[in-house]
């Protein structure tokens, strides 16, 4: 079975802090996205990436910037955490090619005080 | 901005088939239904996806409208633990995919 984990179920932050959200998967997947999930609003694409060291800028990419330096590795930073990034964090990998089904990490629920 | 509509919520009767519907007028002809289904506290899980013919797998049946403009996700024989919330996605051939809000379909004892 594919397995998504994330570095935390639940962490708190204050606010101005540098923040690092990991991210691994282990079926050798080609590409790794990061998803916020908020109440209302579903699921947003922040980034992805297609490769190492490539990434793509999702819908809501502002105030976050990522890192892939490892096929299996995908990470999302906040480089200043803010109360409005408050959320749930969900993580998910795919084969490339286009339709290929995502696998989804159990999520990091992230709060900023 | 995700392109299907659909009901915010839904009940149904344990045994019973859950039907869920999805609105998306403006699918294009390359374009892909999927459904995704997110269990409280957990990540979204992938359940089926189709063109224009019907799909079935283990987990639900598909059926998509001979127009293309609507679908419905079958759960045949719903259980308590089929309780979570339904996204139905409309994608490309690209690998995003672009979430709605979905339906929160409870099923009762």
């Known amino acids: 079975d594919v397995k998504v984990t994330q570095s935390s179920r639940y962490l708190v932050k204050r606010t101005g802090e540098k923040v690092f959200l990991e991210c691994v998967q282990d079926m050798d997947h080609e590409n790794m996205f990061w998803y916020r999930q908020d109440p209302g609003l579903g699921l947003r694409l922040i980034y992805f990436s297609y490769d190492v060291k490539m990434k793509e800028k999702g819908d809501i990419p502002e105030g976050y910037s990522v890192s892939r330096e490892k096929k299996e590795r995908f990470s999302l930073i906040l480089e200043s955490a803010s109360t409005n990034q408050t959320s749930m964090y969900l993580c998910a990998s795919s084969l490339t090619g286009g339709r290929n089904e995502q696998y989804f990490g159990p999520g990091t629920r992230l709060t900023v005080t | 901005d995700a392109k299907t509509t659909q009901p915010p919520s839904m009940d149904c009767a344990e045994g019973r088939a859950a039907n869920l519907p999805c609105n998306h007028s403006t699918i294009s002809g390359n374009e892909y239904v999927y459904w995704y289904r997110q269990i409280h506290s957990q990540g979204p899980q992938y359940i089926i996806h189709g063109l224009k013919n019907n799909e079935t797998n283990e987990m639900a049946s598909l059926i998509i409208t001979e127009d293309r403009k609507s679908s419905t996700l079958i759960l045949p024989h719903a259980t308590l633990r089929d309780t979570a919330v339904y996204y139905c996605?409309?994608?490309?051939?690209?690998?995003?995919?672009?979430f709605g809000t979905g339906t929160r379909l409870q099923v009762f004892p």
């Open positions: 996605i409309v994608r490309d051939n690209t690998d995003k995919l672009i």
